[in-house]
């Protein structure tokens, strides 16, 4: 589903974008700011990264930043999260970084 966002063929509320990386908001928002930051190589999770993705990852992460900047969540503070698979509540093959902000974050998430 996300190879069909990054290839343009289903919409999305695009926040960010370049050459590696692609940012929209989540369809069944978590908090009032929630995007996902995806890479656009069709990586499964964290758990399938390569060596060779390094560089990616940083841009990934970078990229995160940015968007929660972007969103005005610098001064408040927000959460990244990356799920991986099963026991880890990943519902969709495509890796991402859930930015959540925009209220008081939980701990431990449950
Ligand atoms: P996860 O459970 O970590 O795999 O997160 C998958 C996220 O993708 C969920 O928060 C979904 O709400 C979100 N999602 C699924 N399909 C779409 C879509 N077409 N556009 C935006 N977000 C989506």
Known sequence: IFQQIIDGDIPADKVYEDDFVLAFRDIQPQ?????LVIPKKPIVSVAHTE?????LMG???LAA??????EGLDSGGY????????QGGQSVDHLHVH???GRQMLWPPG
């Open 31 to 35: 908090a009032p700011v929630h995007v």
């Open 51 to 55: 060596p060779d993705d390094e560089a």
């Open 59 to 61: 841009k990934l992460l």
């Open 65 to 70: 930043a940015e968007v929660a900047r972007r």
């Open 79 to 86: 959460r990244l999260v990356t799920n991986i698979g099963k």
């Open 99 to 101: 930015v959540l902000g």
